[in-house]
């Protein structure tokens, strides 16, 4: 049933399939779950679940040591991701390294993929024949052939789409399995507590005894590291491909090394609790005894199908990478013409399953088949990789003889030394070979940079920009506001917490047995009238005088007593009713409680400060030198801890909800208090301008009027030359006064009229985004739009007005994102530019002054270069004719006011808008207009 649900979710997305690129990394619209769901099932294979049950048995805190470098790893891939854009469009690694040093070594990339591929899926064809004639009880040899079967046809025929999407039943079906065993034989152990015993007395999982310069150890760390090196095998570099950014890329690995963290922990909780109930079972034999001591059939068949989903997500994936790399980057360079690719990939496709699986039935041994294959790509690969990815670039002759160098070292490195691993030996030669060949053989190169560094000057201005944030936060910290801004607006909340400690605290007494309370009398007497007091404070707060609700003293007794009555005395309560169920999870109720009240970290530190504080203070009182035993039960502390943590990530959840809801309610508070204001400021400007029109302008023009009557009368009587000059002289009077009457309506029209003033600051490019995309969460957009940032200028100050760009760019974003139906990513690019202004009076001079170009739009980044290019509009502020014009309108005062220039164009159903505006506008705008 399992292999049938497989075989037809596979071929379900096999359709689409038109090109090698498609066959290879899809079309780049994989969410990010997705991602990381195929991620890490692709980066756990089924021999993970045998191996790591089977050494942390046998090895203890070793065996997890090692283990854990896996989630290690993937993490420092999601690290490395601001280095790899320029990789982003790359179908496979060996593309990427041809690319980088020519065809040779692209195809020597190939190759050593392809080997180290066709191992991998051996081991996993290994797991399934064991697996599969494990549950069944069958030695059959066609069993396994169908599962092989139906791996290699989704593989061939669905390419990744196909994988992908099977992928996550396959996360599932995993994901079911581990809590489910681990739940059948924790039920089977007699006395939990010998698991407590065990962690505490066991050598093996002793820290003191197993951190030390001892061989044991050094050989753990050689293993920690060859499984924390970011190797970048081919599947991995595939996934990175898939991703649409560097962005996604970095989140989709950061949550799939936590997956493997987890996947990790539990099957060493698994191991140790094997370990607990037997301490003599044979290793190399866990799994059957899981098999046959703790599982009914139908739990038998999940285990089965749990670890079969492992194997089968991670040989699809290989199977695929491995196609690609025989027709891509060995065909392809070789010269060899084939018509169509993808059915060649699809062929190459059932070569490297049946190379695979004569691998598997050749050779054993699942850890020793996996080392070999890490030495036939990791001393080759991964060096030259990596450093290009580091920013050292050489030449294709310093890199062969590298991988030279990491290949020789391997093989004789496991001929003197039997028994050892030879893979970080291979990875330094290598490493000695690139550097010293480049720089004994002078090859150009060297440490050059990535190629495309936008996103890591990003993520450095991105630091640096928190880290000021932080240390003015640090700075410029009130504790007294801090406090003022926890304080419930509204005085009944006060008066509703009163009613619930008294119900709470009254209903925990219940719980406290009655010689309990003689033997603690006083405290018991301290908690009633205590929390007595300030229950009645609080119930009659809307009464208090004003001098006791001065915010000076009721911003301090408000989360003093929080912390008091929740945590102390709920801690104290607890203690004397000898951790009684119905107490605890009154504490519980209680932590809930203190998150709907107050700040997440606010939170934090009150419980921290209010349990230890009642711990030690019931230890003096009591005179008990440790405290009661129910504390250290291992039950309570899973069952309890676990309750902890699930309402710690609800209530946080709930937070950041309440912390956007506030953030937008102020933002459109701030919103209507400023368009209050210019209405306001409109109705003044009018009232003005209608007096200064009827006062001034009005009786001017008609004393023009008379006075240009009486001139013309007077010049019907001119008779001598002196009387023609008083004329004339009048008749300039009154040309001047005309002229200064135009002069002044001019002044009071634009004094009177809605002119852009700007409040212009140095602001740095960096923050100036960073506080555009924080305000743009509080926007009521729905769906949230998905912002790509590149920026591609340095973090340097420009001078403008920040409220207004920043007002302009979210005006775009909201108006892009209510056109952009099918929730496309929209691309901000900010780069360098130049703005050329035209001397009217000079002739042929113009001014040429730095500007900053600010491109918004929903095309696909590849695409978007190419038009990036195109000649930017200047500005004619037109009249809105509908309301979906006014942001539109309003950007272009904003340009306008700034003498930038702007372009907008929607094709296709894709948005772009462009905007340019002086780096400092101070250049080219007055200073003088600002201060009218």
């Not at 084939?338 to 490297?352: G, H, P, T």
């Not at 007294?480 to 605290?505: D, V």
């Not at 999870?585 to 203190?594: D, G, P």
């Amino acid at each position: 049933m399992f292999l049938a649900i497989n075989l037809a979710v596979g071929l379900v997305f096999s359709r689409r399939v038109n090109s090698l690129r498609d066959y290879a990394i899809g079309r780049k619209d994989f969410s990010t779950s997705t991602l990381a769901a195929t991620i890490m099932v692709s980066w756990i294979g089924s021999w993970y679940v045998l191996e790591i049950v089977k050494y942390t048995y046998t090895n203890g805190l070793y065996a997890i040591i090692v283990m854990s470098g896996t989630a290690i790893c993937l993490f420092f891939v999601g690290l490395l991701a601001g280095r790899m854009r320029e990789f982003l469009n790359n179908l496979s690694v060996a593309e990427a390294m041809g690319d980088l040093y020519g065809k040779t070594v692209q195809i020597v990339t190939a190759i050593s993929g392809v080997l180290s591929i066709v191992v991998s899926v051996a081991i996993e064809f290994k797991v399934i024949s064991k697996v599969i004639n494990l549950i069944f009880a069958t030695e059959g040899f066609w069993v396994p052939i169908g599962a092989f079967a139906v791996v290699i046809i989704y593989s061939v025929v669905g390419g990744i789409r196909a994988i992908t999407f099977t992928d996550i039943v396959q996360f599932f079906t995993f994901g079911a399995f581990m809590p489910i065993l681990a739940l059948a034989i924790w039920n089977q152990l007699k006395d939990p507590n010998q698991v407590i015993v065990l962690l505490n007395t066991h050598p093996r999982f002793d820290w003191s005894q197993v951190i030390g310069w001892h061989s044991k150890f050094i050989n753990t760390l050689i293993m920690f590291l060859w499984f924390v090196i970011p190797a970048i095998d081919p599947v991995i570099f595939q996934r990175i491909g898939m991703a649409r950014d560097i962005k996604q890329v970095k989140r989709a690995f950061t949550y799939a090394s936590l997956l493997t963290l987890v996947v990790c922990l539990f099957l060493a909780w698994i191991s140790i609790l094997l370990l607990a109930k037997n301490a003599y079972l044979e290793p190399s034999k866990l799994f059957e005894y899981i098999i046959q001591n703790y599982t009914s059939v139908g739990l038998r068949s999940l285990i089965g199908i749990g670890v079969l989903a492992l194997a089968m997500s991670t040989a699809d994936s290989y199977l695929n990478a491995s196609a690609v790399l025989l027709t891509n980057d060995i065909v392809k360079p070789l010269g060899i013409r084939f018509n169509n690719e993808v059915r060649l990939a699809k062929i190459f496709c059932v070569f490297s399953g049946i190379v695979a699986l004569w691998v598997a039935i050749k050779f054993k041994g699942v850890l020793s088949l996996l080392e070999f294959a890490n030495r036939l790509y990791m001393p080759v690969v991964t060096v030259p990789l990596l450093m290009a990815i580091f920013g050292f670039r050489s030449t294709p002759r310093a890199v062969l003889i590298g991988m030279g160098m990491g290949v020789g070292t391997v093989i004789s490195w496991s001929l003197i030394f039997k028994g050892s691993v030879s893979i970080l030996p291979g990875i330094v030669a290598n490493l000695v070979g690139l550097l010293g060949s480049h720089y004994l053989l002078k090859q150009p190169g060297g440490w050059i940079g990535v190629r495309e560094p936008q996103p890591l000057l990003e993520a450095r201005n991105r630091r640096l920009d928190r880290w000021h944030r932080f240390k003015q936060g640090v700075t410029t910290f009130s504790l007294t506001r801090y406090l003022e801004k926890a304080l419930p607006k509204q005085e009944y909340l006060l008066t509703i917490f009163g009613i619930y400690i008294i119900a709470a605290t009254y209903a925990s007494f219940y719980t406290v047995p009655e010689e309990v309370q003689k033997q603690y009398v006083r405290l018991y007497h301290i908690i009633g009238q205590s929390v007595l007091f300030i229950s009645t404070g609080l119930l009659t707060y809307p009464l208090w005088p004003p001098i006791f609700k001065h915010k000076r003293f009721i911003i301090w007794a408000w989360p003093v007593s929080v912390c008091y009555v929740l945590f102390g005395v709920g801690t104290w309560l607890i203690l004397l009713s000898d951790f009684h169920t119905f107490q605890t999870m009154i504490f519980l109720l209680n932590i809930v409680m203190a998150f709907l009240l107050f700040d997440f970290s606010l939170v934090i530190v009150m419980l921290f400060i209010g349990v230890v504080t009642a711990i030690y203070a019931f230890k003096i009182y009591a005179q008990v030198p440790n405290l009661p035993g129910y504390f250290d039960h291992l039950g309570f502390k899973i069952l309890y801890g676990l309750l902890l943590l699930s309402s710690f990530v609800a209530l946080s959840k709930y937070q950041q909800a309440q912390k956007q809801l506030i953030s937008r309610n102020e933002y459109l508070d701030m919103l209507q208090a400023k368009h209050a204001e210019n209405l306001q400021e409109a109705l003044q400007h009018q009232e003005r301008f209608m007096h200064t029109l009827t006062m001034d302008c009005v009786e001017g023009f008609k004393w023009l009027y008379e006075r240009s009557k009486t001139l013309v009368e007077a010049s019907k009587q001119v008779e001598t030359s002196t009387q023609f000059k008083e004329v004339i002289g009048a008749g300039m009077e009154l040309l001047s006064k005309q002229q200064r009457a135009g002069e002044y309506l001019v002044g009071s029209i634009y004094r009177s009229k809605a002119y852009m003033r700007l409040n212009v600051q140095s602001v740095k490019v960096v923050k100036l985004l960073a506080d555009c995309l924080k305000s743009l969460d509080v926007q009521p957009l729905h769906p949230n739009p998905k912002i790509a940032l590149e920026q591609r200028i340095a973090n340097k100050p420009i001078k403008c007005d920040p409220a207004k760009i920043e007002k302009m760019l979210l005006t775009s974003l909201a108006s892009i994102q209510g056109k952009n139906q099918q929730n496309k990513p929209i691309t901000l690019i900010v780069q360098d530019a130049d703005l050329i202004y035209e001397i009217p009076f000079i002739s042929k001079y113009v001014k040429k002054i730095p500007a900053i170009h600010f491109i918004l739009s929903t095309v696909e980044t590849s695409l978007l270069r190419k038009r990036i290019s195109e000649d930017i509009q200047s500005i004619h502020v037109f009249l809105p004719k509908h309301i979906e014009e006014l942001p539109r309108t309003e950007n272009e005062q904003i340009i306008d006011a700034h003498y930038g220039m702007a372009s907008w164009e929607a094709k296709d159903g894709d948005i772009t808008c462009m905007y340019v505006i002086p780096i400092d506008v101070h250049q080219i705008r007055p200073v003088i207009i600002d201060e009218l």
